[in-house]
């Protein structure tokens, strides 16, 4: 099949162009400088579903906390949130999903779950009475228009 028109040249010329731009940003002193960034903070705590015998078969994994998630408001560093699969087991699944969330750019979070599994606080009448949760995901994204 023959091509039409100039295209390949067109992305040859592009693919140079971006490659020089990419080239000037990651070689700038501030590019080279990278981020700063203050003591390590701890995110998670103990867990808050430690007595919870729901979930088997399998083995469980009690503080154990996986599959985490993090997400910084593009408009507001301060706002941090993460999220994560808390005493997961080893053959799928967690006795609960936490949150972490941080109004001081993560100097200290504070913590809370959703009602997604029994352990958890989900019953039949809130839509969580499973024996396990999976899959956690966070993201933050700009507001855009009024907000409530």
Not at 22 to 48: D, E, F, Y
């Amino acid at each position: 099949m023959k091509r039409r028109g100039g295209s390949s040249r067109f992305c040859c010329a592009l693919g140079a162009g971006t490659g020089a731009l990419l080239a000037a940003l990651l070689l700038s002193p501030a590019a080279l400088a990278g981020p700063t960034a203050g003591a390590l903070v701890l995110a998670s705590t103990p867990s808050p579903f430690a007595s919870c015998t729901v979930g088997g078969p399998g083995t469980n994994y009690p503080n154990a906390e996986v599959e985490p998630f993090v997400a910084v408001n593009p408009t507001d560093p301060s706002n941090v949130i993460g999220v994560y699969q808390q005493d997961r087991w080893d053959n799928g699944g967690a006795h609960g999903l936490v949150t972490a969330y941080s109004s001081n750019g993560g100097q200290s979070f504070a913590h809370t779950f959703p009602h997604f599994s029994t352990c958890a606080g989900g019953t039949a009448a809130n839509g969580g009475n499973y024996d396990r949760s999976s899959d956690p995901w966070s993201a933050s994204v700009p507001t855009v228009g009024p907000t409530r």
